[in-house]
């Protein structure tokens, strides 16, 4: 990581929940006014997600296209069924993650609150929001540390942005991490947002040597994620060779970046912004595409996410390969509602993961990954036409 503070040479950053483009990381060090300014971006990328439809609106995770063998004699009480399992060396009650979402405003402060009791309470992992915003003020900082006090036993994913980590020091790094006491740190690749939003950084030239220094840098596990348009086979291989731990797919039928900014565009008059995010609204790879084209290519972790909205798509995904499966706006809607909304969910997608674990003969996470399934319609000829490269 450099050691001195690059954006003296200019550069500016952006992040996915629209943080401000001040690459000045010193605490304390920005004004009242600037601040006001992130956290109503802040706000902007909670409240955008929550009152208009963001969803993907003609492509689909593809996880359509998956189905699994049923089992009429599972051999099995359902009292027997064990839903969890061990990733990065932490045991979790279930195989879920609540996907990197927020930070940076008093809202975020609440929902992050409920969202960290969910894990907390039911050993999930849970990642936050982009927090460059953290570094800023104490103030900012309390809506992500919120998390690690809610949840002193659960595992926490610091976030930060691949354009942001270019003009980052290692210490600036290290605090992020210190703010939630991390047990990993994710990385968002998310050229299609910066592309669209209308204060995006599209430039990603030297992102993949700073994850390289990064992961040798700290002493944490390092995870690549997109943002909901998905990681190929190649940028896997890569990813791997990087020495990261973990990837979380992030593939397209989810939540759409382009759709979120391309909204605010509409609210800056962005005109040529706001025709590429209708434009690419559903660019990506599919969700079950991603996630069998990198299980198959890489020997690290690997997360499915990329609107997974049941535990019949956890289970899936699960069978095609992934260790665990993560899922943002669905809790984003539930804690914006209540923590017990939010809580409800969490044990809903259990309850649901456990059946279709029963209805499969799977006792146990390690059974369902070896679970009979068929490839049908465009994710099968995708495969067919994948294997015989
Ligand atoms: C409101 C909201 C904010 C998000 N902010 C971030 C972020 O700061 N960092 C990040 O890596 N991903 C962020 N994401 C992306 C999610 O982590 C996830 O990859 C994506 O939304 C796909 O999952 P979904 O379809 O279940 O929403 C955000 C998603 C939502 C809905």
């Known amino acids: 990581m450099s050691s001195s503070r690059d954006h003296a040479n200019g550069e500016s950053t952006s992040d996915i929940a629209n943080d401000d483009n001040t690459a000045t990381v010193a605490p304390n060090k920005v004004t009242d006014e600037e601040i006001e300014v992130i956290k109503s971006r802040k706000l902007e990328g909670l409240t955008i997600p929550l009152k208009q439809n963001v969803q993907a609106k003609n492509i689909s995770t593809y996880l359509e296209y998956v189905m699994l063998i049923h089992n009429a004699l599972p051999e099995l009480d359902i009292e027997e069924i064990d839903a969890s399992t061990t990733f990065m060396g932490h045991r979790f009650s279930a195989p879920i993650i609540i996907d990197s979402m927020t930070g940076g405003t008093d809202e975020a402060t609440v929902i992050n609150e409920r969202l960290a009791q969910v894990a907390e309470e039911l050993n999930l992992g849970m990642g936050v929001g982009s927090q460059r915003a953290g570094l800023l003020s104490d103030a900012l900082m309390e809506s992500y540390s919120i998390a690690r006090k809610s949840a002193p036993n659960a595992f926490l994913i610091a976030n930060i942005g691949?354009?942001?980590?270019?003009?980052?020091?290692?210490?600036?790094?290290?605090?992020?991490?210190?703010?939630?006491?991390?047990?990993?740190?994710?990385?968002?690749?998310?050229?299609?947002?910066?592309?669209?939003?209308?204060?995006?950084?599209?430039?990603?030239?030297?992102?993949?040597?700073?994850?390289?220094?990064?992961?040798?840098?700290?002493?944490?596990?390092?995870?690549?994620?997109?943002?909901?348009?998905?990681?190929?086979?190649?940028?896997?291989?890569?990813?791997?060779?990087?020495?990261?731990?973990?990837?979380?797919?992030?593939?397209?039928?989810?939540t759409s970046w382009a759709g979120v900014e391309k909204l605010r565009a509409d609210n800056s008059k962005a005109v040529m912004k706001s025709h590429l995010g209708e434009l690419l609204w559903d660019w990506g790879i599919p969700t079950a595409m991603s996630l069998l084209e990198v299980r198959r290519s890489v020997r690290i972790g690997v997360i499915a996410s990329g609107g997974l909205r049941n535990g019949i798509d956890i289970a899936k995904c699960i069978a095609l390969g992934a260790d665990m499966c993560a899922l943002a706006w669905p809790f984003l809607k539930h804690a914006a509602e209540s923590r017990e909304a939010a809580l409800d969910y969490a044990r809903m997608l259990i309850d649901e993961l456990r059946a279709v674990m029963f209805l499969t003969g799977a006792r146990d996470i390690k059974a369902l990954r070896r679970i009979r399934y068929n490839l049908q319609g465009p994710l099968l000829e995708w495969f067919k036409a994948y294997e015989s490269r």
């Not at 600036?172 to 994710?186: C, F, L, S, T, Y």
């Open 162 to 254: 691949g354009v942001q980590l270019r003009s980052m020091t290692l210490d600036d790094v290290k605090r992020m991490i210190d703010m939630i006491d991390a047990d990993a740190i994710a990385v968002h690749l998310n050229p299609l947002q910066e592309l669209i939003q209308p204060e995006g950084e599209p430039r990603f030239k030297g992102i993949y040597s700073r994850i390289v220094e990064l992961v040798k840098s700290i002493d944490i596990p390092v995870i690549v994620k997109e943002v909901g348009s998905g990681i190929s086979r190649d940028v896997a291989v890569r990813l791997e060779l990087a020495g990261v731990k973990a990837i979380n797919i992030a593939g397209s039928g989810g």
